[in-house]
């Protein structure tokens, strides 16, 4: 828990911040930062806000594709001056006629919020957040994407290849008199080298979705699938083995 004290006895703000991993997490979030908050009613929103503003940016700056939920009771202080893309969805009074306790998060659309009892005599009604968020791997279509397949000895065959190209003869393809067309002679060059690549490789559709990470390569899914299947069989020694080549 942190707890920022002014430097006589009243306090600026306090807040308590939790990391957790649900089961069911969306593939586009890392983790999830829960930050509860207090900012007193005499406290000096500016201060509160900066200390705030200095934390929630460093585990941002650590965690970039991490949820974030910022809720408590903010009274006179409002986050979105100093975090402008983090989203308030609670839009009703919660205490009186004041809206004091807000929720901020950095994903759009998160959840939505509607009021709710009192808990015990506090004067202030709960808020019930109901998931609206739904996963980019459900409103955005998969991508047919052309990629290159390098066969084995293609790399040594293409090198070959230039070792017995004659490159003067770009250049003086280009040349006309004492001048050189760079821009004909840089076309003409990366022309022929794009079609020796194409004909030592074997173009190929894959299909790409919204939520699948750079690094989850066809080598760290069968690394996965050899760590998946020790476990299965009970193998320990397989498993260890497994899972240090996939780390």
Known sequence: ???VVNPGLERSVEFVTVRCRPFCLPQEFTTVFIVGVYIPPSANAKEALCELYGAISELQNAHPNGLFIIAGDFNHANLKSVLPKFHQYVDFATR??????????NIPGTYRAEPRPHL????????MLIPAYRPLVRHAKPVLKPVKIWPEGAISALQDCFDCTDWDMFREAA???????????????????????DD???SKSITTRSNQKPWMTAKVRVLLKSRDSAFRAGDKDALRTARAKLS
């Open 200 to 202: 030592m490789t074997v």
């Open 1 to 3: 828990m942190a707890v």
């Open 175 to 197: 040349t006309k008199g004492n001048t050189t067309d760079l821009e004909k002679y840089t076309l003409s060059v990366t022309s022929y080298i794009s079609k020796c690549i």
């Open 96 to 105: 009186g006629v004041n809206a004091l306790d807000l929720v901020y998060t």
């Open 120 to 127: 015990g005599y506090s004067d202030h009604i709960s808020v």
